[in-house]
Structure formats: C-alpha cells, structure tokens
C-alpha cells in the first residue's frame, strides 16, 4: 500500500495546477514517501483537464479523473476516496491557499498519534470578513450539534485513514460535514492541526453567498439522515405516537366531558361544535400518517443499497 493519497477537487484552477503539483512532488520525493496525486476535474470549463493529463504524462504518481460536468465538490471527493490506495489520505483544494509543506506533520499524526482524522485550522485567514463571519457561525453551530471541538470543519486541508474515507458516502455539500459523517460511522479520534492559509493566487474563488445557506440546510440533512438512516421507525414513530396519544387523550376527555355531562343533566355542548375535537381529529391523523411514514422509510432502508451516480468521461492510471 502507499503511504499517502492526496485528493485535488478541481474546477477551473488551470493556472494553479502545475505549481501545486510541483510542490507536492518536491514534499513527497524530500521525505521519500511513496504516494499518489489524484486530480479530480469537476466539469471544469477551461484548460484544466488537459493540464492535469499533461502532468500524468510527465508523472507517474499523477492520476486523474475527469467528470463529464460539475457534480459539485462532494462528489469530487467521494470518487477520490473510493480510488485512493494510500495508508493516509489527504484532501486539499487547487486553488494553492493549501500548504503542501503541511502533509508531513499531517501524515505524522494520523500514522504515529493515532487519530482517524485530522482536520485543518486555517486560524490567520486571507479572506474577506464576508466568508470569515459567516464560516465562525457555521462552525460554532456544528460544534454545538455535533460535540466535535474543531474551529474550522470546512478546512480544506485533512488527513484521514484510509478506512475511513472508505465506510463513509459524501454527495450535494456535505464535504464540509465529513468530520461529523466520520464520528456517526464510528470514527471518533478526530484532531485539528493548525494550517497556513495563503492568500489566492490564481483566478477568483468559486464560492458565493449560497454556499452559508446550503450549508446550513446540509447540517440539518446530514444530523438527520445519519441519526436515523438505519433507523427512521425511531424518528417517525416517535413523533406518530406522541400526536395519535395527544389526539386520543383529548378525544377521551371530550367523551368523557359529554357523557358525565349528561349523566348530571347539565348542559354541554355536543363534541362536534368544540374546536378542540377537530384539533384531536388533525392529531389522530398525523399520527397514522407518520406511523405509516416510518414503516415506508424502514421498507425503503432495508432495500436500497449505495449506487454511484456519477458520470466519468475517463481517466487514467488506475488499475483494474
């Protein structure tokens, strides 16, 4: 096995990519380990593609892997993690704001401290307070859900054991969540380095305002889905029973209210003309739809396997 795969999401980073590439080669040859690079070109529209085959014909330890259009950097690096062979994975982005001086001590920690993960801190960063102020919230909102102590989950730069980026599924913006994937798959010896963020270099970044909104929908998606995936009765029964016992309280005492009401002769309204009736009516409903919700959802898990959706127009250098 090789000790060190390190896997470039790309898009549109055409400029970057022969320095990047330059400097991970001298870090590797420097400290003599044995690795490979695996590009992975995300629908880019520029020249990046014919870059990264154009570095594979002069490198050997180059792989790439060009996707037909943009799935997104998710998906970048969930094909990435299913290709990678090395002992340590790393992640870092094109655009050169990564340090590839930083893969030693990365590898270090993950081979001789003994964490499954560790993940970047980029505590000085060369952004605009738009992304700096919004990312800190994100972040200390993650922390809270999660109860992993990172200050930068969204970090580019990770190292991972390779069982790990092969037990977990990646796809939309969870990228920024794998820290929380992990720790729901059983990875919890997660640490944090401090990295260098550079300032960009090449071309402009490709993130914008929307990402924060997705992110924060993402979180909900990913808290969700990894709690209960395995186990949706619990979610959706819980909430079934809850709502078919309050509609059936409520409904008792109503019933209740008009027969002891009759039983002494004094006048009650008939159950039909009191709001609350309908109230435990919408309550009984909700709850046998959401029992039924739960027993789809358990049909469904139990019949579905993970599938790749996504499409490759080729690549090179991988075996089998």
């Known amino acids: 096995m090789l000790q060190?795969?390190?896997?470039?999401?790309?898009?549109?980073?055409?400029?970057?990519l022969?320095?990047?590439?330059?400097?991970?080669?001298r870090v590797m040859d420097g400290n003599a380990f044995s690795y490979e690079i695996i590009f992975v070109n995300d629908g880019s529209t520029d020249q990046s593609w014919s870059e990264i085959v154009?570095?594979?014909?002069?490198?050997?330890?180059?792989?790439?892997?060009?996707?037909?259009?943009?799935?997104?950097?998710?998906?970048?690096l969930d094909i990435g993690f299913g290709k990678a062979q090395g002992e340590v994975v790393i992640t870092m982005d094109a655009d050169m704001q990564d340090s590839p001086d930083e893969i030693p001590e990365l590898y270090e920690m993950v081979i001789d401290q003994g964490f499954e993960i560790v993940?970047?801190?980029?505590?000085?960063?060369?952004?605009?307070?738009?992304?700096?102020?919004?990312?800190?919230?994100?972040?200390?909102v993650t922390r809270v859900i999660s109860g992993i102590k990172l200050h930068d989950f969204n970090c580019g730069l990770k190292a991972y054991k390779n069982k790990v980026v092969k037990n977990i599924h990646i796809y939309g913006e969870m990228h920024r969540y794998i820290p929380l994937i992990a720790k729901w798959n059983g990875f919890s010896k997660i640490g944090e380095k401090v990295v260098e963020h550079r300032p960009r270099k090449?071309?402009?970044?490709?993130?914008?305002?929307?990402r924060f909104v997705n992110g924060f929908l993402d979180l909900i998606s990913v808290s969700f889905v990894n709690r209960y995936k395995k186990k949706p009765m619990h979610f959706f029964g819980f909430l079934g029973t809850v709502s078919f016992l309050t509609g059936f309280i409520i409904t008792s005492w109503l019933i209740f209210e008009k027969v002891y009401g009759v039983y002494r002769?004094?006048?009650?309204?008939?159950?039909t003309d009191q709001p609350l009736?309908?109230?435990?009516?919408?309550?009984?409903?909700?709850?046998?739809?959401?029992?039924l919700t739960g027993f789809l959802a358990e049909m469904m898990t139990s019949n579905t396997s993970r599938k790749a959706d996504y499409n490759?127009?080729?690549?090179?250098n991988f075996e089998g």
């Open 119 to 140: 993940s970047g801190w980029k505590k000085k960063r060369h952004d605009p307070f738009t992304k700096t102020v919004p990312s800190k919230f994100f972040n200390w």
């Open 202 to 210: 090449y071309g402009e970044t490709k993130f914008g305002i929307e």
């Open 312 to 316: 490759i127009d080729e690549e090179f």
């Open 54 to 76: 154009r570095l594979g014909q002069i490198n050997p330890h180059v792989k790439g892997i060009n996707f037909v259009r943009n799935y997104g950097k998710s998906a970048a």
């Open 277 to 291: 009736f309908f109230l435990a009516l919408v309550a009984l409903i909700v709850g046998v739809q959401l029992f």
């Open 18 to 25: 022969p320095e990047l590439h330059n400097w991970i080669q």
């Open 4 to 16: 060190i795969s390190v896997v470039i999401p790309v898009f549109n980073e055409e400029e970057s």
């Open 265 to 271: 002769g004094l006048r009650v309204r008939d159950i």
